[in-house]
């Protein structure tokens, strides 16, 4: 039997599955509903899922991972069709993650009229909209996605071949799920630790930098500061100072209170140590590319120059292993509330111009060789 399955879960911060305070509030498979207060509420489901041969989804990782959750399972040999998949193959790989409303739009098919948005954009939880508003937006999206469904089937641009690509891809898309639930497990601990440590080194580089530059307000992480700094030119920084105000009027009238207020404008004019590269200009007048690999095309040829090259690079290296690794995993960790220290990086199919395969939330296919020693195998024997 095919079947369209949705899930509608808490909508805030965001409603993963893999968020300990996210919950699953109803989900509709084919004509059939299910809501979390149902004493039938798993098994109706799992019920459902038995008699499904294909299960047709929009964006279905989210759906799949919200049914596993809960402890629902799909049966072996379940194909699973999604439409957002199904329309990035479709257009040749460039329409990535299609929405319900772009394919209801495309295909002619009313889309959805009203609904939950209203709600959820007072703030008010999933779980605090009355059940019959609930059932008809969660019922709605499975009619639409069916209708969608047989759509593709009689788009032109659908064959044979693309029709077992995408089911082929929808194999795929379950091993991905598993992926994603199963996580990477992390020592965030460590982590944090050596990220401090990576602090203290960069914060003596910076240091030295700032030695060189001889200019306070100058911004390491600033591609026009370091174009200055590099190749000549001049920085125009605003200065601004805290200024002790009162109210003049109103229910607070006669307090204090606080604002930055503008001092000056500080210029400061850099020689240059390098002269630019061909074809580095910005579209900004006079400032050039700085990325790391300008600077390791500078010609470094006196002592001053091999100094500040090697300084930025490392700077830049550091930078990023405690900005984007080391500190920022382990945030990113207690942030999205997962649990165990797992991380749960999330794999797109449907991004990639070429088709294959993307990480985001974190990007775990560009982690460094620093942070890799923070991953901690659960399959050692």
Not at 144 to 159: C, K, V
């Amino acid at each position: 039997m095919i079947n369209a399955f949705d899930v509608e879960s808490s909508r805030f911060p965001d409603g993963s599955p893999y968020r300990k305070s996210s919950q699953l509030i109803s989900w509709a498979i084919g004509e059939t509903f299910g809501y979390y207060t149902d004493p039938d509420f798993i098994s109706a489901l799992q019920e459902k899922l038995n008699e499904t041969t294909l299960l047709v989804v929009i964006n279905g990782k989210f759906d799949i991972g919200w049914l596993r959750r809960c402890g629902a399972i799909l049966m072996p040999g379940i194909r699973v069709w999604d439409c957002q998949l199904a329309e990035y193959v479709l257009s040749g790989q460039t329409n990535s993650f299609a929405s319900m409303e772009s394919l209801c739009e495309r295909y002619g098919i009313l889309g959805k009229q009203g609904g939950l948005e209203e709600w959820w954009g007072q703030g008010i939880e999933t779980r605090d909209i009355p059940r019959e508003h609930v059932e008809s937006y969660n019922l709605g999206d499975t009619s639409r996605t069916i209708q969608i469904y047989h759509a593709q089937l009689a788009d032109p641009r659908m064959t044979d071949k693309l029709k077992k690509l995408i089911l082929l891809q929808g194999l795929d898309l379950l091993v991905l799920q598993q992926m994603e639930e199963n996580g990477i497990l992390y020592d965030k601990e460590g982590s944090i630790t050596k990220g401090n440590e990576v602090q203290e080194e960069l914060a003596v580089i910076q240091k030295e930098l700032q030695d060189v530059i001889q200019f306070p307000h100058f911004n390491l992480d600033s591609n026009e500061h370091l174009s200055c700094f590099l190749y000549g030119g001049t920085i125009e920084i605003d200065v601004h100072e805290p200024t002790e105000l009162v109210y003049k009027s109103g229910s607070r009238k006669g307090e204090t209170y606080v604002q930055n207020k503008f001092k000056e404008t500080i210029k400061h004019e850099f020689r240059g140590y390098f002269k630019p590269l061909p074809r580095t200009a910005l579209k900004k007048a006079g400032y050039y590319q700085t990325g790391e690999p300008i600077l390791k095309q500078l010609p470094a040829r006196t002592k001053g120059q091999r100094f500040v090259i090697e300084r930025l690079l490392k700077q830049a290296e550091l930078s990023k292993q405690v900005g984007s690794f080391l500190h920022a995993l382990p945030k990113l960790i207690d942030e999205m509330e997962w649990t165990d220290n797992i991380i749960h990086p999330q794999y797109n199919q449907c991004v990639a111009k070429t088709g294959r395969l993307s990480c985001s939330k974190p990007n775990a296919q560009q982690w460094d060789e620093v942070t890799s020693k923070y991953w901690i195998s659960r399959y050692v024997s």
